[in-house]
């Protein structure tokens, strides 16, 4: 499956943005879908994912409450609704779907087998 990502850019501390991941070649049915981000100097890190049935959600402690994960069949596309964005939300963030991965491994970058080619992030203060 080949995934794209889309909808970064720059937006002033306390604004939205809404990043699209969206699949070709294959349905995500069946597949479990991460966000995942990397700011200049650190590694990546888990930010949200959503479950291979699509009924379970799952947030990094800093983006609890801000961000949602929501997915739409229909559109094929996994979406990453950023609200409340704060300087240190500024990364590259990356879509990856993988369709084997266990729930306890949800988090970890390197259990999923395909991504998408990042989009960047900037929240100014």
């Known amino acids: 499956v080949q995934l794209q990502a889309s909808g970064g850019g720059l937006v002033q501390a306390g604004g939205s943005l809404r990043l699209s991941c969206s699949a070709s070649?294959?349905?995500?049915?069946?597949?479990?879908v991460g966000w995942f981000r990397q700011a200049p100097g650190k590694e990546r890190e888990f930010v949200a994912a959503?479950?291979?049935?699509?009924?379970?959600?799952y947030y990094a402690t800093s983006v609890k409450g801000r961000f949602t994960i929501s997915g739409d069949n229909a559109k094929n596309t996994v979406y990453l609704q950023m609200n409340s964005l704060k300087p240190e939300d500024t990364a590259l963030y990356y879509c990856?779907?993988?369709?084997?991965?266990?729930?306890?491994?949800?988090?970890?970058?390197?259990?999923?087998?395909?991504w998408g080619q990042g989009t960047l992030v900037t929240v100014s203060s």
């Open positions: 990856a779907a993988d369709n084997r991965i266990l729930t306890s491994s949800i988090r970890d970058y390197e259990q999923y087998d395909y």
């Open positions: 070649g294959r349905t995500f049915r069946g597949y479990a």
């Open positions: 959503i479950s291979r049935t699509g009924g379970y959600t």
